[in-house]
């Protein structure tokens, strides 16, 4: 049974890893680094150990972003099992261990120092699935300590429980609230209960992940589930970052202050450049005339420029060569001399 579900979380890997990695095709790492640990890329900032070329120093940019690669084909930062990287949204998907009770002796909470990221309020949910279970997600910064949570009754209703439903039958959920890191996770059941059958389990996943079942209040089948970290670089924001030496935003790129991490800033090429924009090359130049990304009537009326494009009309003709003002043949008149 072990066997059969380290086969299914790998599939689910591989299957989350192509799907990113249609969206966002290119990983730039430094020089003499690893470009990818099995099917994950490992984009810069973040890294794996130093660089094979002499005095080159490391992979990463800080600290937080340095990762390890197991056996060449398992990712992790920390001791989390790292999926995706995304420089684009500037997020990292790790996997997290569920919290469990299933009595007095046996339960289990689990802790994640997040060590400057954050648990992305906009891409996961906290849940609890349970009989008269309840489950709170407590988060510490700055000496700081705030919690939220949610509970779940059955009342007799486990026939009445919908398949793919969370609305606090056998299944609850609530929202993230933001900026939450250094986080523990517990669960917990309501003492004297005569329904609850399994064990409580309490966890923070990736939006669109998980799917209820009622089969998962007798034997729940997950010890671990994706979540998404937000990630910034830094610990200042745009203005007071810009023209210091650890600046990392670079050429053809653009400094944006993030709100949902509360400190820090990401960097995002600029429009009409792709790449990765924390890489000492900086982004590249987006030919817009070899793909759809141009308002020309066609690519050979398409002249590609550096951060832009222009349309022409060729030699005879005249207009903008745009799909909406078009090319237009010069009226020829002849001339009669008498």
Not at 144 to 151: D, F, H, M, R
Request: hydrophobic share 30%; proline share 3%; with cysteine.
């Amino acid at each position: 049974m072990k066997q059969n579900t380290n086969l299914r979380q790998l599939c689910q890997i591989l299957m989350l890893t192509i799907v990113f990695a249609s969206v966002e095709s290119f990983s730039t790492s430094l020089a003499g680094c690893k470009n990818t640990c099995g099917h994950v890329k490992v984009p810069f900032p973040f890294g794996i150990s130093n660089s094979s070329i002499p005095n080159q120093g490391p992979c990463f940019l800080e600290e937080k972003f340095e990762l390890t690669c197991e056996n060449d084909t398992k990712l992790v930062w920390g001791n989390l099992q790292v999926s995706n990287i995304s420089i684009i949204v500037g997020q990292v998907e790790v996997w997290f261990f569920v919290s469990s009770y299933c009595d007095s002796k046996n339960n289990y909470y689990s802790t994640l120092e997040t060590d400057g990221f954050s648990i992305s309020r906009k891409e996961n949910k906290f849940l609890t699935v349970g009989c008269d279970s309840y489950g709170y997600l407590n988060s510490v910064y700055n000496q700081e300590t705030y919690s939220t949570g949610c509970l779940t009754r059955c009342n007799g209703n486990r026939k009445r429980i919908e398949n793919g439903t969370c609305s606090g039958i056998g299944c609850c959920q609530v929202d993230i609230p933001p900026m939450m890191r250094n986080i523990s996770i517990q669960a917990f059941d309501f003492d004297n209960s005569t329904e609850r059958a399994g064990c409580s389990n309490s966890f923070v996943v990736k939006n669109g992940f998980y799917n209820f079942n009622v089969s998962h209040l007798d034997k729940f089948p997950h010890t671990e589930l994706p979540l998404i970290l937000d990630w910034s670089v830094g610990s200042k924001n745009c203005k007071a970052s810009k023209g210091e030496d650890d600046y990392a935003c670079k050429k053809n790129s653009d400094c944006v202050d993030v709100k949902n991490i509360g400190f820090g800033y990401q960097c995002k090429c600029k429009k009409g450049y792709e790449g990765n924009p924390y890489h000492p090359d900086g982004c590249k130049d987006v030919d817009e005339c070899k793909t759809s990304n141009h308002t020309c009537i066609s690519q050979d009326h398409c002249r590609d420029m550096d951060g832009s494009y222009e349309c022409f009309c060729p030699k005879g003709q005249y207009g903008n060569g745009t799909l909406a003002g078009g090319c237009h043949k010069r009226d020829v008149i002849t001339m009669v001399v008498i």
